[in-house]
């Protein structure tokens, strides 16, 4: 697993297993995966897992990936659940993706 990259630069480690019956999705969106299960940065500070909302509005499947951590969020759209999956991870991957600021942000740090 790659890990993930802190906005300052600092990678993350998967500081748990992967979860039973997980592996399709380890191995299909790796990327997406850590931000849901690393609960730790690599120098050892706590890290709060990111949430996956998925939702259809007019035909289209929609997702938002909410980086509570670092409160922000990156969203995505498709015609199908995988498709729009395969969008956010390719665009996290290349750090392409554009995140916006979270509800809140700025008020202090989320609670862990």
Known sequence: MAGLRKPDGEAVNLAAP???GDSAV???????Y???????YTGGEARVPSTLLAFV?????????????NARSAWS???SAIECLKS???SLEAATV???RSAGAGKG????
């Open 88 to 90: 956010l991870e390719s």
């Open 18 to 20: 992967p979860l039973d």
């Open 34 to 40: 850590d931000y849901l299960t690393c609960i730790q």
């Open 98 to 100: 554009e995140w916006r």
């Open 77 to 79: 759209a498709g015609r």
């Open 26 to 32: 380890l191995q299909n969106f790796p990327t997406i």
């Open 57 to 69: 509005e007019d035909g289209m499947w929609k997702m938002c990936l909410n980086d509570r951590d």
């Open 109 to 112: 740090k989320p609670r862990k």
